[in-house]
């Protein structure tokens, strides 16, 4: 089964495998067989996601780590220098993203293990390919995306809530190279707060990276790009991977000097309007 996830193709075989609370999961997320852009000039090669039948206590490593985690407690996200792994009660997958491939037993009596898997694939393989998953909420003004990242609480929900605008993602978007120079940014499938938004499978140019804070009145501040550099590594959703997070560190350092980055102190008291207003303030090219 081919769904593409940030221009990126994905498929999960054998899709006889698949049980219906996984393709339910599957069905919110944007089908592979669209005209999705791919983040490359060339179209890439499909990740390969193996389901492979059996308890998830047999698979090796499974009782290392995760065994004991509830469902409500997040997957333990590893490397063990060859593979990206995951382990929880309900999942074991072992993710090669250099190799695009990988392998994933689980419950399949719920759809969260197998969306997991595919998130922290889709996070291990976009710096290889010059992007970055970011924690952030991604909006469309004017035909441009505009990703507002922070920490959990800094209101990246909230903010996209209020948005009349094109909404891409209110959790978790991806930036990836434009095939003619600049950064794309796109929804990943993946939600928040909004549970099961739009699957849109839209790349848009990029116009600025706005980091949310807290204040009155509304006001957007230019950031360095040593500042956002900082910034953005802690929002970026890399799995801890010395190899995947050298190649991150050098797509941050090359963003931050193409796409403008700013600081937006803001209320969700006041209205969306105002928020744009400052956007179009400080994207207005100055003489």
Not at 36 to 54: K, N, Y
Not at 103 to 115: H, Q, T
Not at 202 to 210: E, S
């Amino acid at each position: 089964m081919m769904i593409r996830l940030a221009g990126l193709p994905f498929r999960v075989e054998p899709p006889r495998g698949l049980s219906a609370a996984e393709r339910q999961a599957l069905s919110r997320l944007p089908p592979g067989e669209g005209p999705g852009d791919a983040p490359t000039a060339t179209a890439a090669p499909p990740f390969v996601l193996e389901l492979v039948e059996g308890p998830v206590a047999s698979a090796p490593g499974a009782g290392e780590r995760g065994e004991g985690l509830p469902d409500e407690a997040p997957a333990a996200v590893d490397w063990d220098g060859a593979s990206v792994t995951i382990r929880h009660r309900r999942l074991a997958a072992d993710l090669d993203p250099a190799a695009r491939h990988g392998r994933l037993r689980r419950d399949g009596s719920v759809g969260w293990p197998l969306e997991v898997t595919l998130r922290t694939a889709l996070a291990a393989r976009l710096p290889l390919e010059g992007g970055l998953p970011l924690h952030a909420a991604g909006v469309v003004v004017n035909g441009k995306g505009v990703a507002f990242f922070g920490p959990s609480g800094a209101g990246k929900s909230t903010l996209a809530a209020s948005c009349p605008q094109v909404v891409l993602s209110d959790e978790m978007v991806a930036v990836v190279p434009g095939a003619g120079g600049g950064y794309r940014l796109g929804g990943t499938g993946f939600w928040g707060t909004f549970e099961s938004g739009d699957p849109r499978a839209d790349l848009v140019p990029l116009a600025a990276l706005v980091e949310l804070d807290k204040g009155r009145p509304t006001r957007l501040d230019r950031l360095d790009a040593r500042s956002a550099l900082r910034r953005l590594v802690a929002s970026t959703l890399v799995p801890p991977a010395p190899p995947l997070w050298s190649a991150a560190l050098a797509v941050i350092g090359a963003l931050v000097r193409v796409v403008p980055a700013f600081r937006l102190a803001w209320s969700p008291s006041e209205p969306w309007e105002a928020i744009e207003e400052a956007l179009g303030r400080g994207l207005t090219p100055r003489d």
